[in-house]
Each structure stands twice: as structure tokens, then as C-alpha cells.
């Protein structure tokens, strides 16, 4: 994964033809290709020039969606489900391990910009709680052990694709 080219973002949105419906599918696909893992003024005013849509809807549709960010992100942003199923079979035991293992709170990078985790609501994988979501994939059925395993994991690049 490595900071998109003009010609790449482009590229995703003629993927989407261009059409301004699918801009929430463009802009979480250009997010998720980049390393910087967030969208960025250039994108934005690309992606509104390119769909002949103003400036402020763009970043109306930025700041409206949790799941896209306009700041820097750290390289794995460990996103843990606080439905009440997730709750009830361990959420918060994932924070509470996160924030030992990472030495850092929520909603704030490690100071090696690896690692991030906040909560989000449900996800959808309620029969495999507690859950954490990295990009499109889903961790469940999580332990302690689990936790520490997957940590470790993303450590030595066993996710090549996250």
C-alpha cells in the first residue's frame, strides 16, 4: 500500500463512472488504497472538481460518515463494536486489553503510528462478538489471547492486505 497517484484516484473514480450517488463507495475505496489512510483537501477538492459537486458537499459527506477521516490515521485503526451483543460477549474487554497492549487510549495513535482503536457502532457480525474491524475485515470471537495474538500478527505483517 503506498500514497495514491492522481491517475490512481482517478482511476477509482471512473471506476464509479463518475457518479456523484457512488461518491461515498469512492471515497471510502480511495481511503482504504492509501497509506495515509484518510482523505486529504487535494482529494477532496479532486473528487467534488471531478463530480461537478461543490467543495462543502464533499466535506459534508467526509464529516457526516464515521468512517471517513480527514486526518492522518495510524496504519491499522482497530475499530471494536459497542452494539449491545458485542457488549454483552466481551467489547469491553477488547478496549481494556487494546489500551494495555498499545499503552495508549482510544481514539489515539501509538507513537509509532502503527496502531489506533476506537468504537464504532455495530458492524453486523453480532454472532461473532466481541469483534474488532480492520478496513473491510472482521476479527471474531475475540479472547485476551486472541487479542494479544492479533496484535502481534499485525506486527510482522501477517495482514499484507490490511
Do not use: W
Amino acid at each position: 500500500m503506498s500514497s495514491l497517484s492522481l491517475s490512481e484516484k482517478e482511476a477509482i473514480i471512473l471506476e464509479n463512472d463518475s457518479d456523484p450517488r457512488r461518491i461515498l463507495n469512492m471515497l471510502i475505496a480511495i481511503q482504504y488504497a492509501s497509506e495515509e489512510g484518510f482523505i486529504d483537501e487535494e482529494t477532496a477538492k479532486l473528487v467534488a472538481d471531478r463530480l461537478h459537486l461543490s467543495e462543502a458537499r464533499v466535506y459534508e459527506i467526509l464529516s457526516f460518515y464515521a468512517i471517513l477521516k480527514t486526518e492522518p490515521q495510524a496504519k491499522y485503526v482497530l475499530k471494536i463494536c459497542n452494539s449491545t451483543p458485542c457488549l454483552f460477549t466481551g467489547g469491553e474487554m477488547l478496549s481494556e486489553v487494546l489500551e494495555m497492549i498499545l499503552e495508549v487510549p482510544a481514539d489515539q495513535p501509538t507513537p509509532d503510528g502503527l496502531f489506533m482503536y476506537h468504537s464504532i457502532p455495530c458492524i453486523g457480525a453480532c454472532d461473532q462478538g466481541p469483534v474488532i474491524k480492520i478496513k473491510d475485515t472482521v476479527f471474531g470471537e475475540l479472547t485476551e489471547a486472541k487479542v494479544y495474538q492479533l496484535i502481534d500478527d499485525l506486527k510482522c505483517g501477517c495482514y499484507q492486505e490490511l
